[in-house]
T-cell receptor
Framework: KQEVTQIPAALSVPEGENLVLNCSFT??????LQWFRQDPGKGLTSLLL???SQREQTSGRLNASLDKSSGRSTLYIAASQPGDSATYLC????????????WGLGTSLAVNP | DTGVSQDPRHKITKRGQNVTFRCDPI?????LYWYRQTLGQGPEFLTY????????KSRLLSDRFSAERPKGSFSTLEIQRTEQGDSAMYLC?????????????FGPGTRLTVL
């Protein structure tokens, strides 16, 4: 059974710091892994998607890596800003016919001015 | 087409009432998913459709829940006899499955509050 774990559960940093969010998954049979952002009471915004054959993806100040063999992904946020404050969720797309996303519980990030 | 849309965005209802949510996927996407997210938790899979066929239902989907996708386009999720435990964000996603490529695009969600 696929399980996704995110560490830490919560993180508070001063503005300008570089930070790393971690995601681990137990079954390497995945099609892809996605990082999402969720603001309080809002829906999900997809940040980065990494296909299982890829090692990393970058978008602006965000960089996500994937090590499928070890079941790990990291989301690196450079030069954090107060506007980055949100919950960051990691989800893996299970391989096979029934392609449902399996989610972590998220990391709640607060960037303090 | 600008993305997945959901209606309503917010719904407040009294316990015991029936509610229905609608999801309009991205045009020509053949798969449509429903997820539920409670406060402080990650989303949980409820069900999904391949065109108009409902292919999998989670055990979370009790007999009070029913979902349809009658013409393989929009989908509805109905909850009968709502309970306070049904209060959650209901998320819809769609994707176009081509081989291994499958990116799910999410709508803004419908937040349900059961009083």
């Amino acid at each position: 059974k696929q399980e996704v774990t995110q560490i830490p559960a919560a993180l508070s940093v001063p503005e300008g710091e570089n930070l790393v969010l971690n995601c681990s998954f137990t079954d390497s049979a995945i099609y892809n892994l996605q990082w999402f952002r969720q603001d309080p009471g809002k829906g999900l915004t997809s940040l980065l998607l990494i296909q299982s054959s890829q090692r990393e993806q970058t978008s602006g100040r965000l960089n996500a890596s994937l090590d499928k063999s070890s079941g790990r992904s990291t989301l690196y946020i450079a030069a954090s800003q107060p506007g980055d404050s949100a919950t960051y969720l990691c989800a893996v797309l299970r391989a096979g016919n029934n392609r449902k996303l399996i989610w972590g519980l998220g990391t709640s990030l607060a960037v303090n001015p | 087409d600008t993305g997945v849309s959901q209606d309503p965005r917010h719904k407040i209802t009294k316990r015991g009432q029936n509610v229905t949510f609608r999801c309009d996927p991205i045009s020509e996407h053949n798969r449509l998913y429903w997820y539920r997210q409670t406060l402080g938790q990650g989303p949980e899979f409820l069900t999904y459709f391949q065109n108009e066929a409902q292919l999998e239902k989670s055990r979370l989907l009790s007999d009070r829940f029913s979902a349809e996708r009658p013409k393989g386009s929009f989908s509805t999720l109905e909850i009968q006899r709502t309970e306070q435990g049904d209060s959650a964000m209901y998320l819809c996603a769609s994707s176009l499955v081509r081989g291994v490529a499958d990116t799910q695009y999410f709508g803004p969600g419908t937040r349900l509050t059961v009083l």
